[in-house]
């Protein structure tokens, strides 16, 4: 049991009508691993994301923590401790920011003490929002939701946290500030699985990446074996 | 005068907040306008008049039955015929709520036949009756208890929605769907309780109603009218909006009939709407929807 994944997918497939998103995809993750899944616009990584937490429909075998959960319904996922940040951070706008916070913490709502203790360690790695708890979430700047969103996944204690694209839209500064926060809580004991288009941030992250091209994993391996110019040349156009 | 037609206002609108907040609770978090809202009330009224009047049970458990009749069919038409169709066709599942008015109006005439019921006041005491600046106020007590249920009402919605867990998940599941689930919220019973809260509204106005109106099928379709006013006023997606709107109506619906003329309280809350449409489509406490394009 010692031995076995996190997060095991096999032979994954998500399809939008006749739009074959993910082709049958197999990768793994092992505990403690920032893990991160490149690709260009359209290669299928926010589709994998979405159906590793049943918000899409998808055939394959999801195994996480030793459980198939590929026929589990979007709401019981989180109870098994896999929380997800979605593309566009999917905050509660009208919602406070500790209103949001809070609702993080529903799948353990009973335990008011692990509450307490979980408000305190994201208002500790995020100063800001701790300034700002009665303040409607929708009012937020572009960073301080993407904060929010990573701390609303955390309320949780989750075992792997997903994040998709979380550097979209932030700035250079913001950036560099929220990967810092990522590798924080990596070494807090969180399993990381990162779906990124900068892959110079998510190469330096990273334990290990996989990259996805048309909806499906063509290349793996650790930073040192994945070369970033390779990478940009041939996944990316050479951007 | 004005201040008697003001109260009498008031009252009225407390009823028509009390259907609004129905029809906004159930569109807060379906997005489903209800056309078959006041016709499934409709039918708690009469199951109300039947265990009332007609079989004698006290007035309470009549009261209580009937509410959960509403609660009831709420569950089965948002459960049964509104999620199948949830993903696949939004236009679909408006129409499925005019299905539901006619069937429901063809089932209350084949039961109860089209002739006018009459369901007594709860409250037949002497009436509240105090002297103001502006002249005598009258109140009679069953006014009183449609104002004391709604408030209560209102007072409970909001305690439940903004300080319980299960009313903050409401909340989020109303916003962002999603987003909710990845919370961990089962969305789904989310949206039966929103459909089952708005028919034991939809319920409880009709049984207090149903002393002015009498009971027949077609007894809610005025106060479904004015309730669809007061959301469309107060801001369709904000229960404030809901009640506010309700009272605002209430009040402005009296005065109209009592100083222009009573033929032209219809003409005048659709008026309103049409002219809240043109100028503040969201309503007063409604906020714009943004749309990624």
């Known amino acids: ?239 | 005068m004005l201040f008697q037609q003001v109260i009498a206002g008031l009252i009225t609108g407390s009823l028509y907040a009390l259907v609004a907040l129905g029809l906004v609770m159930a569109y807060k978090v379906t997005e489903v306008m209800n056309f078959a809202y006041g016709y499934m009330a409709m039918i708690s009224a009469y199951i109300f008049y039947s265990l009332f009047v007609v079989f004698g049970l006290n007035y309470a458990s009549s009261f209580a039955l009937a509410v959960l009749v509403g609660v009831g069919m709420g569950y089965v038409v948002e459960r049964g015929l509104l999620r199948p169709v949830r993903y696949i066709s939004p236009t679909s599942m408006v129409i499925i709520t005019l299905g539901v008015l006619l069937v429901l109006q063809g089932l209350a005439l084949q039961i109860w036949g089209n002739e006018y019921q009459h369901v007594p006041n709860a409250l037949n005491g002497k009436p509240l009756i105090f002297r103001t600046f502006g002249g005598i106020v009258v109140i009679p007590q069953q006014s009183l208890l449609i104002v004391g249920i709604v408030f209560a009402t209102v007072i409970f919605l909001f305690l439940y929605l903004k300080f319980t867990y299960q009313g903050m998940a409401f909340r989020a599941t109303s916003q962002n769907e999603e987003a909710a689930k990845l919370m961990g919220i089962n969305t789904n019973l989310n949206m039966s309780l929103s459909w089952m809260i708005s028919g034991a509204l939809g319920a409880a106005a009709a049984i207090l109603a149903a002393p002015q109106t009498f009971v027949y099928p077609d007894m809610m379709l005025n106060l479904q009218i004015m309730g669809f006013t007061a959301a469309v006023l107060g801001g369709f997606d904000s229960i404030p909006g809901a009640i506010i709107g309700g009272v605002t109506l209430g009040v402005v619906d009296n005065l109209v009939g009592a100083y222009l003329s009573n033929n032209l309280r219809a003409t005048f809350s659709l008026a309103i709407i049409v002219a809240i449409l043109l100028v503040r489509p969201e309503g007063i406490f409604g906020r714009p929807k943004s749309r990624r394009v």
């Open chain 1, 1 to 239: 049991m010692a031995t076995e994944h996190l997060l095991e997918i096999k032979n994954l497939w998500v399809k939008y009508g006749p739009v074959e998103a993910v082709k049958g995809t197999d990768f793994w993750i092992d505990r403690g691993e920032i893990v991160s899944l490149l690709g260009s616009n359209g290669a299928g990584k926010s589709s994998t994301l979405r159906a590793i937490s049943a918000l899409v429909k998808s055939e394959g075998k999801i195994v996480f923590n030793g459980r198939d959960i590929s026929e589990y319904p979007a709401y019981k996922i989180p109870f098994l401790g896999l929380s997800m940040c979605p593309e566009g951070r999917g905050i509660f706008s009208d919602l406070t920011v500790e209103e949001n916070l809070a609702l993080g913490a529903y799948t353990v709502r009973r335990n008011r003490k692990k509450i307490r203790e979980n408000f305190e360690k994201v208002y500790s790695l995020f100063e800001n929002l701790a300034d700002k708890k009665s303040q409607l979430a929708g009012t937020l700047s572009g960073g301080e939701q993407q904060m929010l969103s990573i701390g609303r996944a955390l309320m949780s204690e989750p075992k792997l946290l997903m994040l998709d694209e979380p550097s979209l839209g932030l700035s250079p500064k913001l950036v560099d500030m929220i990967f810092n926060i990522l590798k924080e809580i990596n070494r807090n004991g969180t399993t990381i699985f990162l779906v990124e288009q900068n892959a110079a941030m998510a190469l330096a992250l990273s334990h290990r990446l996989y990259v996805m091209q048309t909806g499906k994993i063509i290349t793996f391996g650790t930073p040192k074996e994945i070369d970033l110019n390779t990478l940009k040349k041939k996944y990316f156009g050479g951007v």
